[in-house]
């Protein structure tokens, strides 16, 4: 996270319940959203390798459930291209272009992985959440190409 979230906590006198993590890659802020007085963490992740990851380290764990989805503007199945060399944190609904230019030792697979999509409404998660973390990249405009 960038911004440690405990100094966002004190800054603002939040208090956190629950946490909804889209586009979670690993759930490498666990411990800090725990810390963080979370009872409950909703990680969303829609990329099968990282989504394998979260069900070895979280898939047993009762607070926390695993989505595997990318949210958008609409419900349907899109290709993901999906980074070779950063352990898939440069995934994309958005076929690489600038991200290419500006970072060129990030590679692509040649092949997109295909992955559900679906809107925020359509996802039951529970009440108990209270904050929101987005961690995702090139999803609107992608789903707009694909209305076309």
């Not at 995702?136 to 209305?147: D, L, P, S, Y």
Request: aromatic residues 8%.
């Amino acid at each position: 996270m960038l911004i440690p979230l405990q100094s966002i906590i004190t800054r603002y006198s939040i208090q956190i319940a629950g946490v909804l993590h889209v586009g979670a890659h690993f759930g490498q802020e666990y411990d800090e959203y725990i810390n963080c007085g979370a009872s409950e963490v909703i990680f969303i992740e829609p990329c099968e390798n990282a989504f394998a990851n979260l069900k070895q380290k979280f898939g047993s764990m009762p607070n926390v459930s695993l989505i595997n989805v990318a949210l958008g503007d609409i419900n349907g199945r899109f290709p993901m291209y999906s980074d070779t060399t950063n352990q898939d944190q440069s995934n994309s609904l958005l076929k690489p272009k600038i991200h290419l230019e500006q970072y060129p030792e990030v590679m692509f697979g040649c092949e997109p992985e295909t992955v559900e999509v679906k809107k925020l409404s359509s996802i039951d998660f529970s009440k108990n959440v209270n904050l929101l973390v987005m961690d995702t990249q090139g999803v609107t405009e992608r789903i707009k190409t694909a209305r076309i």
